[in-house]
């Protein structure tokens, strides 16, 4: 019997919409809500893949489960749908959450990589670039939902990524220094200079009308 897979990233794990369904969702920085990235909410597209569904399991699917906090609500919530989640796959998962799912779930948590308990945090580099597609944690500000990369002036690389406090500042100012040599590669590529508008996602505390790079080397001057 084949068992539909539910994920939460599309890098790995290929979506088909048939046997594979894509969850557009993140976290919000500071709580556990779990909001969508899309303008679909995230309750409605758990209702249209309930829907699509030929029976009432699921896998869920994710690059790296580490409090399993999400995949707990996103449980919770498909259960209320009358959908039963039998299992998770992930690539990397800490050993609380490995012995935690697979005492609560049928089939189980699978896993390629479990960290040991000694591991402080998680981190993926693309959280610590400007401007790429899919990086950094979901912000709600005056300004709306917006994305923080993990460093200052934008987002908390303490809190984010255990950088401690005392480094902060040099690891920010090397975020800041790597970006920048990124988006100065880009344009030279592209032949013109890319603004905060043309990002894959807005960027917290920036101005739709500035320059990627111009912006990147106003912080680097502060």
Known sequence: MNIPIVTLDKIY??????NIFFLDCTRVSGSNKIISRKKESLNMQIIRVSNSLNGNEIILADDVVFSGNVLKNIINRFSIRGITVVGIISSICSSEAYEYFN???KYGLRTKFI???????QICERDFY???????IMINSEEGLCKAPYF???GDSCERASIPKEYENYFSTGCLERSLYLW????NTRGSSTKISELP???INTKSEDEVVKTLRRELRR
């Open 103 to 105: 005492r609560n779930l």
């Open 201 to 203: 996602e807005r960027i």
């Open 184 to 187: 100065d590669d880009v344009d």
């Open 115 to 121: 960290m040991s308990e000694d591991v402080i945090d």
């Open 13 to 18: 794990v290929k979506p088909d919409e048939k």
């Open 152 to 154: 200052k002036p934008y």
């Open 130 to 136: 400007f401007g790429v597609a899919g990086s950094g």
